[in-house]
């Protein structure tokens, strides 16, 4: 089983918060998550951690991410909420549904990842007996089909037939180590015809054997030309299975090959990096040590050496090694069990600078969502830092001033250098006056070559304007410009001018940061040059945090627009010549005002 995310906890009145925190104290970082208007936020006994506003889309936002949900409502509630998104079985997280009181425990999705062992931890909690309808669980005790982390099951499809065959009658042995089925109540049997067995070399299709495999396999190369099929066919030369790949190792003076990459991704395999120079120093001479690394992996039942990451990397990486199969230009290893990858060369680091939207979770690009769950660290402003989390234990937040983003910026560098996975946190869009410049502007400052190492990537957001005009309708249809009133980082002559220009040329305007504590006059001085140009009749959209709570939308004409109606959180567009106004009515609902720039121009 891969390790799983800690659960979300469901609740949609204030009545199964007791239940609820029960339930969280079985898993570190597992948060309560409650319907707004019906449960408080707050930490306490009868609160919840996270508060959302609609329960079918945040299910199935949960789901989507992986997130193990245990809903405290009617199991039909949950499987409604997620059906549409049932098709793919193989990624489904667990999805449990717990009565309100606590009476009853019932899992109902995910068996693959570990549904049916949660279901017995909440019900050893709550002391009532799980809903186990699995028969494979139920005769056995543990889903033989769910092997820990750091193993793969060969093939889903032949398990299912094993597991079918063991609960009509048959009898297995057991070859290898599967400590984690010392407890199950299995049908054994040494001279039983079937096996479970547990090796890195690939199921020949005997449908006698459930095989599982460990990740004990790690190759290194230094050439990543074609290397997903060097690597396949190395692999296949010994009869290891791919899916026994713990890691592929390349020199670190390849970080960013993309061909690596490439193979990494084909593999499914995390990528590690390391210096020749790294391994080849003090007592691992290259050929003192290589050959105690690489199992004599022809003879499959053989006690696998141990492995050693840096006699492992000689072998590969020196090219005088006699060990690398000169063929291929791939060198194999074979671990006892599963290796930890971590302990082998670095990662090559990243840093994604994201945005988070304006705010609602739903206003998030998924591959923002994505790249936040794998982080290893988050730097932000600590408000935005805030609205990406919650955070897992294992991954570290940094939270800094607004103002200090050049040394944020380096900072987010210094730990992806190192081999962190790092997310930059920006709402809105980070292009938009936000982080992802911040980020570059110290990249093009920086000559460290670790630096430019990194995977460097910009995941777009919902800007502000975006947000804030799909809110209004559409009043950013035609041409349009976006503007900072801040004169912090620019002159406040430039602003001026660019306004002008702007309103000459019958730009629609959106105004980002529009005033401040520090900065008073600047939108009323703004406001002045607009009226040279525009109407007092020109439409007016002002926006103060859309997608946020307490989000506010307000359509006025310029005439009537002061500067007090406008802070710092809000958005203000300012329509053009031809931008319009108009209300509609349905037979039935209240009537709708709409805002709208036409495509077209007189
Ligand atoms: N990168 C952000 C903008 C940062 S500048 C983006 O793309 O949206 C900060 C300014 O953006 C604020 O002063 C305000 O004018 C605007 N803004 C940001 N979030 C907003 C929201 N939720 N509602 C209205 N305006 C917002």
Same mark, same amino acid.
């Given at each position: 089983?891969?390790?799983?995310? %800690? ?44 508060? *959302? ?20 409502? $009617? ?18 997280? %667990? ?36 809903? +186990? ?6 005769? *056995? @005790? ?25 609960? $009509? ?10 400590? /984690?089925?010392?407890? #199950? ?27 599982i495999h460990p990740r004990s396999v790690v190759v290194a190369l230094t050439d990543g030309e074609d290397a997903a099929q060097r690597i396949r066919d190395a692999l296949a030369a010994q009869a290891l299975s791919p899916l026994a790949l713990a890691a592929i190792v390349a020199p670190a003076a390849r970080m960013g090959d993309e061909a690596f990459e490439q193979a ?79 302990? +082998? ?36 402003? #600590? ?29 987010? *560098? ?13 709402? @809105?869009?980070?292009?938009?006056? #936000?982080?992802?410049?911040a980020v570059l502007e110290a990249l093009d400052a920086s000559d460290a070559p670790e630096w430019a190492d990194v995977e460097l990537e910009i995941v777009p957001g919902v800007s502000a304007a975006m947000a804030t005009a799909a809110q209004a309708g559409a009043p950013l249809g035609h041409d349009f410009c976006m503007l900072s009133l801040s004169d912090n980082l620019?002159? /406040? ?11 000459? #040329?019958?730009?629609?305007? $959106? ?9 008073? /006059? ?33 359509? &006025? ?13 809000? &958005? ?31």
């Amino acid at each position: 089983m891969a390790r799983l995310k %800690p659960p979300a906890i469901i609740v949609l009145g204030s009545g199964a918060t007791a239940t609820a925190r029960r339930i969280a104290a079985c898993y570190p970082d597992a948060r309560v998550h409650g319907l707004r208007g019906r449960v408080q936020a707050g930490s306490g006994a009868t609160a919840a951690d996270v508060l *959302f506003d609609e329960l079918g889309a945040h299910l199935r936002e949960l789901y989507a991410s992986g997130t193990p949900i245990v809903a405290l409502c $009617a199991a039909g509630i949950v499987i409604r909420c997620v059906a549409s998104l049932l098709a793919n079985k193989g990624a489904e997280p %667990p999805v449990l549904a717990v009565a309100e009181d606590g009476s009853a425990v019932a899992p109902l999705l995910g068996g693959l990842a570990g549904v049916n062992v949660m279901a017995r931890e909440i019900a050893a909690a709550l002391d009532v007996p799980p809903a +186990i309808t699995t028969s494979g669980e139920l005769r *056995f @005790g543990t889903c033989v089909l769910n092997p820990p982390e750091g193993y793969a099951l060969a093939s889903l499809a032949q398990g299912k037939r094993f597991v079918s065959d063991l609960l $009509a009658g048959e009898s297995t042995r057991i070859e290898g180590d599967a400590h /984690w089925l010392d407890d #199950a109540q299995l049908p054994r049997s040494a001279d039983a015809q079937r096996a479970i067995r547990i090796t890195p070399h690939a199921w020949d299709g005997n449908i006698d054997e459930l095989v599982i495999h460990p990740r004990s396999v790690v190759v290194a190369l230094t050439d990543g030309e074609d290397a997903a099929q060097r690597i396949r066919d190395a692999l296949a030369a010994q009869a290891l299975s791919p899916l026994a790949l713990a890691a592929i190792v390349a020199p670190a003076a390849r970080m960013g090959d993309e061909a690596f990459e490439q193979a990494a991704r084909a593999l499914n395999a995390p990528l590690r990096f390391a210096d020749v120079a790294d391994v080849t120093d003090g007592t691992n001479s290259a050929n003192g040590t290589n050959a105690a690394a690489v199992m004599d992996v022809k003879d499959s039942h053989a006690a696998p050496a141990s492995l050693s990451s840096r006699a492992l990397l000689t072998a590969a990486l020196d090219p005088d090694s006699e060990i690398a199969d000169s063929a291929s230009g791939v060198a194999l290893a074979v671990a006892a069990g599963p290796v930890d990858v971590n302990t +082998i060369g670095r990662a090559r680091g990243r840093l994604t600078v994201i945005g988070l939207g304006p705010g609602s979770a739903d206003l998030m690009v998924p591959a923002a969502r994505a790249a936040l769950d794998q982080a290893t660290d988050i730097l932000g402003y #600590a408000t935005y830092v805030e609205m990406a989390g919650p955070f897992r234990a294992d991954q570290q937040v940094h939270p800094t001033d607004n103002r200090e983003e050049m040394q944020r910026a380096r900072r987010a *560098f210094e730990l992806a250098s190192g081999g962190r996975r790092v997310v930059m946190v920006s709402s @809105g869009d980070p292009g938009v006056f #936000a982080m992802a410049s911040a980020v570059l502007e110290a990249l093009d400052a920086s000559d460290a070559p670790e630096w430019a190492d990194v995977e460097l990537e910009i995941v777009p957001g919902v800007s502000a304007a975006m947000a804030t005009a799909a809110q209004a309708g559409a009043p950013l249809g035609h041409d349009f410009c976006m503007l900072s009133l801040s004169d912090n980082l620019k002159p /406040w002559s430039i602003i001026e001018t660019r306004i002008a220009h702007a309103a000459q #040329a019958d730009l629609v305007m $959106a105004f980002y940061n529009p005033v401040s504590r520090a900065r008073p /006059w600047q939108l009323d001085k703004a406001l002045d040059i607009v009226r040279e140009f525009r109407a007092p009749e020109t439409v007016v959209v002002l926006g103060r945090d859309i997608g946020r709570p307490g989000a506010s939308l307000v359509t &006025m004409t310029l005439g009537e627009l002061k500067s007090a109606d406008v802070d710092m959180r809000t &958005m203000v567009i300012i329509g053009s010549s031809t931008t319009r106004e108009f209300v509609r009515r349905s037979a039935h609902g209240a009537p709708r005002e709409w805002v709208y720039t036409p495509r077209w121009y007189r």
